[in-house]
C-alpha cells in the first residue's frame, strides 16, 4: 500500500487525542515488535499491536479505528513490560476504543420520530426510553 503522507495528516487532531487520552507518545515507538511478539492473544487480532502503533504514528487513524485488535486487547501490560521504550499499547486501546464509541453515541441510529404511535401507545413507556437510549448511546 503507498501512503501520501503530510504534516497535517500526521499531526492530526485525533491522533493527538489518542495521545492525550492514553497518556502515550506513539514516536516513542521504534517499531521492535517486542509487544506483538509477546501479546498472549495476537493470534486473534488482526492487525499486532506494533502495526497499530505505526498506522497511528503515520495518520492512519482509521484503519486504527476499525481494527478488531483493540477489542481483543486483554489489557495484561505484558507488552508494555517488554517494551524497551516504556509505550503501554493497552492505554492506546482504551483511547481509541473511546474515539470509537463517542463517534457512534455521536452518531444516533434511530431518530425518535420515527417510532410508531402503536409502539409509543401499547410498549412501557420506561422500555421505549430505555431502547432509544441503548439505541443512540
Ligand atoms: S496489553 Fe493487550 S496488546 Fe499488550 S500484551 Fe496484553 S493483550 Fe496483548
Ligand atoms: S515494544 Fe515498544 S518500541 Fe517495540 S514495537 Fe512495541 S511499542 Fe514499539
Known sequence: MRLK??????????ITRVQDLSGQS????????????????????DIVPSEVIRLLQLGQLDEALDSKTIWICASCLQCASRCPKGVEFSSICDALR?????????????DADDVSAIMVSDAPQMGVVGALRKLNG
Request: proline residues 5%; contains cysteine; positive net charge.
Open 26 to 45: 506513539l514516536l516513542q515507538c521504534y517499531q521492535c515488535g517486542k509487544c506483538s511478539a509477546g501479546c498472549p492473544v495476537v493470534h486473534e487480532m
Open 5 to 14: 503522507l503530510t504534516r497535517d495528516l500526521i499531526r492530526d487532531e485525533l
Open 98 to 110: 473511546q474515539i470509537v464509541l463517542r463517534k457512534r453515541m455521536a452518531t444516533p441510529r434511530v
